[in-house]
Nanobody, 124 residues
């Protein structure tokens, strides 16, 4: 059983930064693509960023390009999302997910395991 636990969410002012972390347990972290998604109230869950198992390939949604950075530390079974220049439109619950695919994966339907989510609120 694979478990994902997110942390690092919170309340921040416009222009601020947060770093989310997601620790994976239950089996080897290697060989899994990882992604961060977000879901605002009344909206669909959408991809924010994704990384291949090696970290060598990444994907970003247009809305976060240049502001967010995804990275992973396979030795620590952890994936990160550094979020800079936050604005109120970034307010959402952020979810970490894992896919049993080595390459970078942007399709939500390809993800097999999900965390419980962490709330990010950006005040104006």
């Amino acid at each position: 059983q694979v478990q994902l636990v997110e942390s690092g969410g919170g309340l921040v002012q416009t222009g601020g930064s947060l770093r989310l972390s997601c620790v994976v347990s239950g089996r080897t972290f290697n060989g899994y693509a990882m992604g961060w998604f977000r879901q605002a109230p009344g909206k669909e869950r959408n991809i924010v960023a994704a990384t291949s198992w090696s970290g060598g390939s990444t994907y970003y949604a247009d809305s976060v390009k240049g502001r967010f950075t995804i990275s992973r530390d396979n030795a620590k079974n952890t994936v990160y999302l550094q979020m800079n220049s936050l604005n109120p439109e970034d307010t959402a619950v952020y979810y970490c997910a894992a896919a049993r695919i080595e390459g970078v994966v942007a399709d939500i339907d390809e993800y097999d395991y999900w965390g419980q989510g962490t709330q990010v609120t950006v005040s104006s």
